[in-house]
């Protein structure tokens, strides 16, 4: 129900966010980096999501409680395993309400709420889910939708980075030392080089194959190079190791058989 094309975040849909919110790439890169999972699918090409039991139990005044407590129940938490399995509990709660579960679920790389659409500029959940489903682009207008919303973007360019995970992680963002990463990612990030986006998209293709990279964050590590051979010798190309054009031809072809 919820598999798309999982398209990989792109250059130029990062470049209109940028001008949208009036900041840096470095400071935004420094957000994705800190904030998010790292990238907004699963390897079935599904978005990342959690569900979450409370706001479904309050969005439909607990008429399911009794009968449905780990899916709809007025106290938080009880998320049980992620990736894959919050599917099962999202399936279960459209089977008793579809636009209450929807609204109970967070979103992709910001893990954006769905009852957070419109705020963000969606016309509604439905709409959102729909951008979600995809592309990381539009996970990340979701995501960047809630920073403009929330007047975040102001200390972004400030780098006010305690007032950002202030505002955007809760009173508890010190123990985590979300301030902090901020700082040191956009530190990194100014200085240069930014994470390359062909070795991301081709980590998130390897991915949607069945094989391992060490996760999507566009660094070209020695995972994605092993992953990069195999993959070339498998399919008769020169075994260089690089995200090349003839490898994301080849890769291309493989996603869409």
């Known amino acids: 129900m919820f598999n798309g094309s999982g398209t990989p975040l792109t250059q130029k849909g990062l470049d209109d966010l ?4 009036d900041v840096p790439l470095p400071a935004l890169w420094a957000v994705l980096s800190v904030e998010t999972s790292g ?3 699963l390897a079935d ?3 990342q999501i959690l569900f979450e039991r409370h706001w479904f139990s309050k969005l439909t005044r607990g008429r399911f409680d009794s009968k449905n407590p780990d899916i709809s129940n007025r106290l938080s938490g009880g998320y049980g395993a992620r990736g894959a399995a919050q599917y099962l509990r999202l399936d279960r709660a459209i089977t008793l309400d579809r636009k209450a579960a929807l609204l109970s679920t967070s979103w992709g790389l910001g893990q954006v709420m769905g009852f957070n659409a419109e705020t963000v500029g969606f ?4 709409a959102m889910v729909e951008a979600c489903v995809e592309s990381e682009d539009g996970q990340m207008r979701a995501m960047c939708g809630f920073i403009a919303s929330a007047r975040l973007n102001k200390q972004l360019r400030e780098k006010d980075w305690a007032g950002f995970a202030f505002r955007y992680n809760g009173t508890q963002f010190q123990k985590n030392r979300y301030d902090q990463k901020l700082a040191t990612f956009n530190a990194r990030f100014e200085v240069g080089p930014l994470p390359d986006l062909n070795v991301r998209w081709a980590q998130m293709a390897l991915m949607y194959l069945g094989m391992t990279t060490g996760g999507v964050d566009g660094w070209f ?3 994605t190079q092993a ?3 195999k993959f070339q010798r498998a399919n008769g190309l020169p075994a260089s190791g690089k995200p090349d054009g003839q490898t994301r031809a080849s890769l291309e072809k493989a996603l869409a058989a």
Do not use: D, F, H, S
């Open 39 to 41: 990238c907004g699918y």
């Open 123 to 126: 016309a509604n959940v439905e």
């Open 227 to 229: 992953a990069l051979i």
């Open 45 to 47: 090409r599904r978005p």
């Open 221 to 223: 590590g020695a995972k």
């Open 18 to 21: 940028c001008t949208q919110l």
